[in-house]
């Protein structure tokens, strides 16, 4: 079982991205999802998260308004649509799961709970 993190890469200040986490060996419908971004010199921080299909989304104070979580159960992926990039969110972004569905809210989730752990894809955004 894997999650496989991808869609980073280097883009002005005001572009997008879409970050995609794809699946293998397991269903990504029926866990949630975490996706996490850390900055040089920074510790990790939860960016965007859901419990399960039926909870809310989070989304940190920072990405409010300009992300959205998605998701495409024909590929087995989630996906991460940032838009107006700033250069503040330049950092590495990686997707977890805590291969299980919450009722929790997903924010307070100690890392602990996310049991599995894409690569990480790289987040580049100049000024």
């Known amino acids: 079982v894997q999650l496989q993190a991808s869609g980073g890469g280097l883009v002005q200040a005001g572009g997008s991205l879409r970050l995609a986490c794809a699946a293998s060996g397991f269903n990504l419908d029926h866990v949630g999802v975490g996706w996490f971004r850390q900055a040089p010199g920074k510790e990790r921080e939860v960016v965007a998260c859901f419990g399960s299909r039926e909870s809310a989304t989070y989304y940190t104070e920072s990405l409010k308004g300009r992300s959205i979580i998605s998701s495409d159960n024909a590929k087995n992926t989630v996906y991460l649509q940032m838009n107006s990039l700033e250069p503040e969110d330049t950092a590495v972004y990686f997707c977890?799961?805590?291969?299980?569905?919450?009722?929790?809210?997903?924010?307070?989730?100690?890392?602990?709970?996310?049991?599995?752990w894409g690569q990480g894809t790289l987040v580049t955004v100049s000024s």
């Open positions: 977890a799961t805590p291969m299980t569905s919450q009722t929790t809210p997903c924010q307070y989730y100690p890392e602990e709970w996310y049991e599995l």
